[in-house]
């Protein structure tokens, strides 16, 4: 409930443009559900342009058209969904504790090629 009432908050002004910022953090799957209905709403029909941050790649993918990645506050890929997915669609990132070598061995086995490692 918390996270509406911020959102109405943000909206009672009537701006073009509102910054989320893991709008989803905290809900139940029924107020998450809920509330990325509520964001894809604003805007597709009230026209309110909407900046969303997320570690969550599912609610990005269901209320974005386009997309902005950071990493260590560089932008490192941007553009539409379907065009990041048909650029590299097996593209993961993996952190590993310990050892990395049979982690590397096991994706060469299965005929693909790994990216540095570092593990930690």
């Known amino acids: 409930m918390k996270q509406r ?8 002004h009537g701006p073009r443009i509102v910054f989320l910022d893991e709008p989803t953090n905290g809900l139940d799957p029924k ?28 609610d990005v993918e269901e209320t974005c058209s386009a997309v902005v990645m950071l990493a260590k506050g560089k932008v490192v890929r941007q553009g539409s969904i379907a065009d990041l997915k048909k650029a590299a669609p097996d593209l993961y990132e993996v952190r590993l504790k310990g ?9 060469a086995a299965h005929g693909r090629r790994g990216g540095r490692c570092r593990t930690g």
């Open 5 to 12: 009432v911020k959102l109405a908050q943000a909206l009672v």
């Open 99 to 107: 050892d990395s070598e049979p982690f590397q061995e096991a994706v």
């Open 31 to 58: 107020g998450r559900i809920e509330m990325l209905e509520l964001i894809r709403d604003l805007s597709r029909r009230k026209g309110v342009n909407v900046i969303l941050s997320s570690h969550l790649l599912k």
